[in-house]
């Protein structure tokens, strides 16, 4: 059973960065997809971003696009997601998911395989 812990995130001002890190034990080889989502308690949940394993291609949500940037490392055992010009409304619980068959539900909606516990990101205006 893989597990994914997510690190990295905390509080900031608008226009700061952070980096989260997702950490896979042992690690997600065969995944279709990894990604990033986020909840706002009482909101939907919204699919941030995600890379498919097998073609490295990336996907955004129009609401980070060019603010954010998804990675991750060669050995399948860390994922990454760079955030710069952090807004407010980029407040939320951050979770690292993993999908291993289409769709990426990470991303799509719908359930992942598997979801780590989240780490809170805060932007204060």
């Known amino acids: 059973q893989v597990q994914l812990v997510e690190s990295g995130g905390g509080s900031v001002q608008a226009g700061g960065s952070l980096r989260l890190s997702c950490a896979a034990s042992p690690n997600t080889y065969g995944s279709y997809c990894m990604g990033w989502f986020r909840q706002v308690l009482g909101k939907e949940r919204e699919g941030v971003a995600s890379v498919y394993t097998s073609t490295g291609s990336t996907y955004y949500a129009d609401s980070v696009k060019g603010r954010f940037t998804i990675s991750q490392d060669n050995a399948k055992t860390t994922l990454y997601l760079q955030m710069n010009s952090l807004k407010p409304e980029d407040t939320a619980m951050y979770y690292c998911?993993?999908?291993?068959?289409?769709?990426?539900?990470?991303?799509?909606?719908?359930?992942?395989?598997?979801w780590g516990q989240g780490t809170q990101v805060t932007v204060s205006s």
């Open positions: 998911a993993a999908d291993y068959k289409f769709p990426c539900a990470v991303v799509r909606g719908g359930h992942p395989d598997i």
